[in-house]
């Protein structure tokens, strides 16, 4: 892992047409329950396209510590699980770093297992609310032994003799919730329910699915998703080719989008119907986008998106858009300040528990770089400059946050001065290619 103790910024410069091919790393979320179903599965998961950041390999870290058996071979993770039932407490506190979706799905995941846990994270993570995971785990019957005010890490937990299944309506959109309860509900006796009003990336109910356990889903009368799922079921080890992750997709292709000249593609992109709001916005406000070879991998839509610079116009995102997009609000944003009039986005109360207060980081960094945009209470108005006359100059915080730090980089690239943002080091967390990648598409960034 990095060292993050001293800062490392890079600034961004206004940059030749951006061309060439792109090649993705491998989607975040899919990897993260690749590693944690695969380490508890019975038998061999291989797994190839795996997301090597830091976040993952956390998770990885996590599984082995309970017992499951991680070997990298090549190209390939080849993943022995322990069995559904069968994980070993943890020696040591299990360390997530900056990782929000490793630490709460995993939460879920030990929660009925009578075993002491203790979760630890980074200063980011450490900020961030776990109460939203540990209120169905208590009421299944996990004891949080101990926790910061807040439910803030560090967070110990110690399951019950006998976990109770619950039926669970989620609160919020948030697929780490309904996550953490269904992988509760794993090693729970009888069906746990997870009710889930608005649709959230399905990745772990498919992937579950995909490796035997017996969980089905059922939409009511009014949309609302019921999704049930039958504890202590065994679960088979997969050979999983994991695609392209369509949240890091964004920074490439806003860069396109905003270096006038540009003509990209960006190979193998996650086109799952839960992923897919940035594109599907930026399309809206005039982008040149072309979706090629569309087919379908290990269960899962997968295109190559051809990207050309293109004349954007603002838009209104509805509230409603927001789980398909949540981590792509800050790079949207960033196309927002080359387009012609008001890009409104609303219904954004979550970017404010993400890795920073995502709404205020993003606003207060536009502000810095002269871009005229007001911060509601949930949404952000964005005022956009064509060309990016007048803009950058200025330096980002980043607040820990790679999004943050990304998509800051992305505005210098066509804006009149460059952009520095004050750390780059977060960016390992999710896309430590992102530098080299950039530059192969003709970015400056030092
Ligand atoms: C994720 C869910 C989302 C997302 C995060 C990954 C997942 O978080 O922001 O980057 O893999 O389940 P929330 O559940 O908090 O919305």
């Not at 038998?43 to 976040?55: F, K």
């Not at 082995?64 to 071979?73: Q, S, T």
């Not at 009014?222 to 695609?243: D, F, K, S, Y």
């Not at 986008?289 to 990207?307: C, P, Q």
């Amino acid at each position: 892992m990095n060292d993050h103790s001293k800062p490392q910024p890079a600034t961004a410069r206004k940059s030749g047409p951006l061309s060439g091919k792109a090649r993705l790393p491998g989607d975040k979320s899919i990897s993260h329950r690749a590693f944690m179903f695969g380490g508890l599965a019975s038998g061999v998961t291989r797994i190839t396209g795996l997301l090597e950041g830091e976040d993952v390999l956390r998770t990885g870290e996590a599984m082995k510590a309970m017992g499951a058996r991680i070997e990298h071979n090549g190209a390939e993770w080849v993943v022995q699980g322990t069995g559904n039932g069968c994980l070993l407490e943890p020696a040591q506190p299990l360390d997530f770093g900056n990782a929000g979706t490793g630490v709460r799905l995993t939460m879920g995941l030990v929660g009925p297992y009578d075993m002491k846990t203790r979760f630890i994270g980074d200063p980011s993570l450490s900020k961030r609310p776990m109460g939203r995971v540990l209120d169905p785990l208590r009421e299944m019957g996990t004891q949080v032994l101990e926790a910061e005010p807040g439910d803030r890490l560090p967070i110990t937990l110690r399951g019950p003799k006998h976990a109770a299944p619950v039926s669970y309506r989620v609160p919020m959109p948030s697929a780490q919730v309904k996550s953490a309860v269904l992988l509760a509900g794993l090693n729970t006796p009888g069906v746990t329910t997870v009710i889930e009003p608005v649709m959230t990336r399905d990745h772990t109910e498919k992937m579950l699915a995909g490796f035997g356990a017996a969980l089905e889903v059922e939409i009511d009368a009014e949309g609302v998703r019921h999704i049930r799922i039958e504890g202590q079921g065994r679960l088979q080890g997969q050979v999983i080719a994991v695609p392209g992750d369509p949240s890091s997709a964004g920074f490439p292709l806003v860069a396109a989008l905003i270096v006038p000249g540009s003509d990209i593609t960006i190979e193998n992109v996650l086109m799952n119907p839960t992923r897919t709001g940035l594109i599907l916005t930026l399309q809206e406000m005039g982008a040149d986008i072309e979706l090629m070879n569309r087919r379908s991998a290990g269960g899962e839509d997968v295109a190559d998106l051809r990207v050309r610079s293109s004349e954007l116009k603002g838009v209104r995102v509805p509230p409603e858009r927001a789980p398909s997009m949540i981590d792509e609000y800050p790079v949207l944003a960033v196309a927002a300040c080359f387009a012609e009039g008001e890009t409104l986005m609303e219904g954004l109360e979550e970017l404010r528990v993400k890795e920073s207060d995502r709404l205020s980081a993003v606003a207060n960094g536009l502000k810095a770089n002269g871009v005229d945009c007001t911060e509601g209470e949930t949404t952000l108005s964005v005022h956009g400059a064509p060309e990016g006359k007048g803009l950058g100059g200025g330096t980002v915080e980043t607040h820990l946050d790679h999004r943050i730090a990304m998509s800051f980089l992305i505005l210098g690239l066509a804006t009149e001065k460059p952009v520095t943002v004050d750390d780059r080091a977060m960016i390992a967390t999710s896309f430590p290619e992102f530098m080299g990648l950039m530059a192969d598409l003709g970015a400056e960034i030092e």
